[in-house]
């Protein structure tokens, strides 16, 4: 039986991980089983005792968590992100056109249980230092719909953003900018991008839970030019 390990791991990072974890399998015999959710819930499981032996996070909070806590035993930063504004191709103007509308109904993921949900949310209070008031209004319209303990499951291979405006529950998302070149090919939506000023870098961490040495192995592949290559090609920037 070939040896396995357990990745928790940021659902965004789905489409660069199962490359990721195939092609290490094939380079090591070492079977990866993948689990995707939102990095605060995951990193809740670990605390519970669930068996993790990479956690890979959307945000620095969580790995660093377990790290203070004795659960991890290292955590750095191995991939960076941005934001962007998926809107329904009826609605037209920049973000901020879009964003101070209240006839447009916007969707957010869950701060808390989600980095891209507590990202949006250091998003508007920026947007509330640009025009007070601004941010403090997106954080009462805001629907968080996704990333949280009683969310709405997207289905498989589908983008929150674009499933959320085809099922007509929003007219507008803020999520995550590597997911924009699939995004543009849909002719329904537009993906629009956020205020340079405002904008923010959302920075992914990884931890190490266990002290074996297949899960050092995957931990530094994941940090290497070819786990890197992975995130690369998904969409993700470049630490450096």
């Known amino acids: 039986m070939l040896p396995t390990l357990t990745l928790f791991a940021a659902g ?8 990721l974890s195939e092609r290490f399998t094939a380079q090591t ?6 689990q995707f959710g939102p990095a605060g819930l995951l990193r809740e ?4 005792g669930d068996v993790c032996d990479v956690f890979a996070s959307a945000n620095a909070q969580h790995p660093q968590t377990l790290v203070e806590h004795g659960l991890a035993r290292e955590s750095q930063i191995f991939a960076r992100n941005t934001l962007i504004l998926t809107a329904h191709r009826r609605c037209q103007g920049d973000a901020l056109t879009l964003l101070r509308d209240p006839a447009l109904r916007l969707a957010t993921s869950t701060p808390g249980c989600d980095p891209s949900g507590d990202y949006t949310w250091q998003l508007f209070d920026n947007l509330d230092a640009l025009e007070p008031g601004l941010g403090e209004q ?8 996704v990333g949280g303990r009683d969310s709405l499951v997207i289905p498989p291979g589908e983008i929150a953003g674009g499933w959320l405006i085809h099922q007509d529950l929003t007219d507008l998302f803020i999520g995550y900018a590597h997911y924009a070149a699939a995004l543009t090919h849909d002719k ?10 405002q904008s923010l870098r959302c920075e992914y ?4 839970i266990a002290q074996s040495e297949n ?18 090609d998904a969409g993700f920037l470049a630490v450096n």
Request: proline residues 3%; glycine residues 4%.
């Open 188 to 197: 329904s939506l537009r993906v629009v991008t956020l205020p340079q000023a």
């Open 29 to 34: 015999g070492i079977v990866v089983n993948v």
């Open 12 to 19: 965004s990072l789905r489409r660069a991980f199962l490359p």
């Open 138 to 145: 997106l954080k009462v319209r805001a629907r968080q719909l």
């Open 215 to 232: 899960a050092q192995k995957l931990y530094a592949f994941i940090l290497a030019e070819e786990g890197q290559r992975c995130l690369r």
């Open 205 to 208: 961490h990884i931890a190490r």
């Open 45 to 48: 499981r670990i605390e519970a």
